[in-house]
């Protein structure tokens, strides 16, 4: 079988995953060069930056491509009209950063920001450009052109972006990476997607999309808002190298959630809309997903805690040790946000917009006051106020699935407990052997031993609790009848 029917066999989840992976994996090793060479507060101005520069890709891109999918009955009209809206809002708010740089760098105490500020305020424009061709895309299933678009700019933008930092740009190689690969990534988009660019505005058409951009967009904002707000306040609080310190502890966990989770939380959105008149299958569906997706999600969370510290210790100098805590808390944090993502996604397949954006309220309230309280009792507290947030609102999300869909909790607690018990009895013993291993070898030789064992240790009890997806998944392997 020839390379390209192999590609022409992936699944819409497989796309998503293999782009995914390698975007963070790419992302990942960009970062592990240039951490130890541009430092933490390099880091912290660029999350500062895309605090303001980002709104844009986040909020009306991204609730731009979501009522463009909800819609049941499309045209070419609706794809150009919103086009035009989008790209319009996002030049606006490009200006409103260009002639607020200086303000914002006050605010921080930082003259370079302005500079920076400035260049970047081109991204949005940019990116306001991709709403149309993503959604094209995923109405239809077609994850290859995505995939293609994410890996080839992430290559190009990652290449510069490394040159620059080994000649010595500092933080503009950030700045530069961040541009160029937006650049190409809109470029790729475009080319692979067979859909006529144009940004004809129609009245009948706007009106259309924007009951379903509306709520979409408040829910993007508010959860734009609960992951950037809190880097607004600690940066303000605490400055750009404790912020680059939290944004490398958040950026694991975001990895791990790119990586585990939101392949399939996108895939799901879509496909679970065709249950919308039976109940009864979509509750299976979504009892299958769980069951799969805690199954890997699960271990990466408690593992990864685990042998956070040894990690660190071989991979960054000691400028980073204060972000060791923050990683592991924010890891496992990632075990609650599995089954938020996936309510949601249940949530929006069935066009429940306004309602899932309560959940986006709540989680931007309550993050906002998790950060003012603890921000003064500094950066491990902070952290543990953030990672605390999405079990306090668990009983929220399954509250509001059950009373729109009829979904009752025990359809969505059952089916993670097996990998549950089984990843945390893994990352207690990983945890153990650990403490064991650390004053009789090197952090280098006990990281892959720490990996091996957890392994192991997490095979074994799956077996155990979950002894009918093992032999469901022996059936599958080559050779099995």
Same mark, same amino acid.
């Given at each position: 079988?020839?390379?390209?029917?192999?590609?022409?066999?992936?699944?819409?989840?497989?796309?998503?995953?293999?782009?995914?992976?390698?975007?963070?994996?790419?992302?990942?090793?960009?970062?592990?060069?240039?951490?130890?060479?541009?430092? %933490?507060?390099?880091?912290?101005?660029?999350?500062?930056?895309?605090?303001?520069?980002?709104?844009?890709?986040?909020?009306?891109?991204?609730?731009?491509?979501?009522?463009?999918?909800?819609?049941?009955?499309?045209?070419?009209?609706?794809?150009?009209?919103?086009?035009?809206?989008?790209?319009?809002?996002?030049?606006?708010?490009?200006?409103?950063?260009?002639?607020?740089?200086?303000?914002?760098?006050?605010?921080?105490?930082?003259?370079?920001?302005?500079?920076?500020?400035?260049?970047?305020?081109? *991204?949005?424009?940019?990116?306001?450009?991709?709403?149309?061709?993503?959604?094209?895309? =995923?109405?239809?299933?077609?994850?290859?052109?995505?995939?293609?678009?994410?890996?080839?700019?992430?290559?190009?933008?990652?290449?510069?972006?490394?040159?620059?930092?080994?000649?010595?740009?500092?933080?503009?190689?950030?700045?530069?990476?961040?541009?160029?690969?937006?650049?190409?990534?809109?470029?790729?988009?475009?080319?692979?997607?067979?859909?006529?660019?144009?940004?004809?505005?129609?009245?009948?058409?706007?009106?259309?999309?924007? #009951?379903?951009?509306?709520?979409?967009?408040?829910?993007?904002?508010?959860?734009?808002?609960? #992951?950037?707000?809190?880097?607004?306040? *600690?940066?303000?609080?605490?400055?750009?190298?404790?912020?680059?310190?939290?944004?490398?502890?958040?950026?694991?966990?975001?990895?791990?959630?790119?990586?585990?989770?939101?392949?399939?939380?996108?895939?799901?959105?879509?496909?679970?809309? =065709?249950?919308?008149?039976?109940?009864?299958? *979509?509750?299976?569906?979504?009892?299958?997903?769980?069951?799969?997706?805690?199954?890997?999600?699960?271990?990466?969370?408690?593992?990864?805690?685990?042998?956070?510290?040894?990690?660190?210790?071989?991979?960054?100098?000691?400028?980073?040790?204060?972000?060791?805590?923050?990683?592991?808390?924010?890891?496992?944090?990632?075990?609650?946000?599995?089954?938020?993502?996936?309510?949601?996604?249940?949530?929006?397949?069935?066009?429940? #917009?306004?309602?899932?954006?309560?959940?986006?309220?709540?989680?931007?309230?309550?993050?906002?006051?998790?950060?003012?309280?603890?921000?003064?009792?500094?950066?491990?507290?902070?952290?543990?106020?953030?990672?605390?947030?999405?079990?306090?609102?668990? %009983?929220?999300?399954?509250?509001?699935? =059950?009373?729109?869909?009829?979904?009752?909790?025990?359809?969505?607690?059952?089916?993670?407990?097996?990998?549950?018990?089984?990843?945390?009895?893994?990352?207690?013993?990983?945890?153990?052997?650990?403490?064991?291993?650390?004053?009789?070898?090197?952090?280098?030789?006990?990281?892959?031993?720490?990996?091996?064992?957890?392994?192991?240790?997490?095979? *074994?009890?799956? =077996?155990?609790?979950?002894?009918?997806?093992?032999? #469901?998944?022996?059936?599958?392997?080559?050779?099995?009848?």
């Amino acid at each position: 079988m020839s390379r390209m029917k192999v590609f022409a066999k992936l699944s819409p989840t497989s796309w998503l995953t293999t782009k995914t992976v390698f975007s963070q994996v790419f992302a990942l090793l960009l970062f592990a060069i240039q951490a130890p060479v541009l430092g %933490p507060r390099a880091f912290g101005l660029i999350s500062i930056v895309m605090v303001f520069v980002g709104f844009c890709e986040y909020v009306p891109g991204e609730a731009a491509a979501e009522s463009l999918i909800s819609i049941r009955k499309i045209d070419d009209e609706h794809f150009s009209t919103m086009t035009a809206a989008n790209v319009a809002l996002s030049v606006v708010i490009g200006i409103a950063v260009f002639f607020g740089a200086d303000r914002i760098a006050g605010w921080f105490g930082d003259p370079e920001l302005a500079r920076m500020l400035r260049w970047m305020a081109i *991204l949005p424009a940019i990116s306001a450009f991709a709403a149309a061709p993503t959604a094209a895309t =995923k109405r239809e299933m077609q994850f290859q052109p995505l995939a293609l678009r994410s890996i080839g700019s992430l290559v190009v933008g990652g290449v510069i972006g490394l040159a620059l930092t080994l000649t010595g740009a500092g933080v503009w190689a950030l700045v530069w990476q961040a541009i160029v690969t937006r650049l190409v990534s809109l470029v790729v988009l475009w080319y692979a997607v067979p859909l006529k660019f144009s940004m004809r505005f129609s009245g009948r058409h706007f009106h259309d999309l924007v #009951q379903f951009a509306a709520p979409s967009m408040l829910s993007k904002f508010l959860s734009w808002g609960s #992951q950037q707000i809190p880097r607004v306040i *600690l940066g303000l609080y605490w400055g750009s190298t404790e912020l680059g310190l939290f944004s490398l502890a958040a950026r694991l966990g975001d990895i791990l959630m790119e990586v585990a989770v939101v392949p399939r939380y996108v895939v799901a959105r879509i496909e679970l809309r =065709k249950y919308v008149n039976d109940r009864v299958g *979509l509750e299976a569906a979504l009892q299958r997903i769980l069951t799969l997706l805690t199954l890997f999600c699960f271990p990466l969370c408690v593992g990864g805690a685990a042998i956070v510290p040894t990690l660190f210790h071989v991979w960054l100098d000691p400028r980073w040790a204060g972000a060791i805590v923050p990683a592991q808390l924010m890891l496992l944090t990632c075990a609650a946000l599995v089954t938020q993502y996936i309510c949601g996604a249940v949530l929006l397949a069935m066009n429940f #917009q306004r309602t899932e954006a309560v959940v986006s309220v709540a989680q931007t309230v309550t993050t906002v006051l998790a950060v003012v309280v603890c921000a003064p009792l500094g950066l491990v507290a902070a952290s543990a106020g953030i990672a605390a947030r999405p079990f306090f609102l668990l %009983p929220l999300s399954v509250s509001l699935l =059950k009373r729109n869909c009829a979904i009752p909790a025990s359809s969505v607690f059952l089916p993670q407990w097996p990998a549950l018990a089984a990843s945390v009895t893994m990352g207690v013993g990983v945890s153990l052997l650990r403490l064991l291993l650390e004053p009789l070898i090197s952090d280098a030789a006990a990281l892959p031993i720490l990996v091996l064992a957890g392994a192991v240790v997490y095979v *074994l009890m799956v =077996k155990l609790t979950m002894p009918t997806i093992v032999a #469901q998944f022996v059936s599958r392997l080559p050779g099995r009848a």
